[in-house]
């Protein structure tokens, strides 16, 4: 009699094969969250500058044509949302917005945290595209349940 061998795995085969998949995906995992709120953090800092940086390119064009020590632009902060604001040449009671950015949902961004500042979440800026208020420049940015960095806008 004449064997003839079958091709393919037998269902022991198989789920040796799908144990050792799941404990190498059950190892994975938190190393896949730490990078995401890594990523959060990273994506949050890149918000941010770029939102001083336009709050400054602002002031420095002086739209609303101040002078002195007169805010030209505001970089204001409420949670996870910042937007750039200048007062309206033509009605001084009136801000207009120029940019507005959010960062994601589990990240907080605080601005002018540190003693001294004024505004907290606020940072104004005067027509030579300097703070109005040194003690605002400080942030710190965090993320829920992950890590949280601290700086100064520069």
């Not at 953090?41 to 941010?48: C, F, P, T």
Request: charged share 15%.
């Amino acid at each position: 009699m004449v064997r003839r061998y079958e091709r393919g795995l037998s269902l022991i085969e198989l789920m040796v094969v799908m144990t050792i998949i799941m404990i190498l995906a059950l190892l994975a995992a938190p190393l896949g969250a730490g990078w995401v709120k890594s990523t959060h953090l990273n994506h949050a800092h890149d918000v941010l500058k770029e939102a001083y940086a336009t709050a400054r390119a602002l002031a420095l064009r002086n739209t609303a044509n101040v002078s002195g020590n007169a805010v030209a632009a505001t970089l204001r902060v409420n949670g996870n949302k910042l937007s750039v604001d200048y007062p309206d040449p033509d009605d001084s009671t009136k801000v207009l917005t120029l940019w507005s950015g959010q960062v994601d949902t589990d990240t907080t961004v605080a601005l002018g945290d540190a003693p001294g500042c004024a505004v907290p979440n606020t940072l104004a800026l005067t027509a030579r595209g300097l703070p109005a208020d040194l003690g605002c420049v400080h942030y710190t940015l965090t993320i829920k349940g992950g890590p949280s960095d601290a700086g100064t806008l520069q």
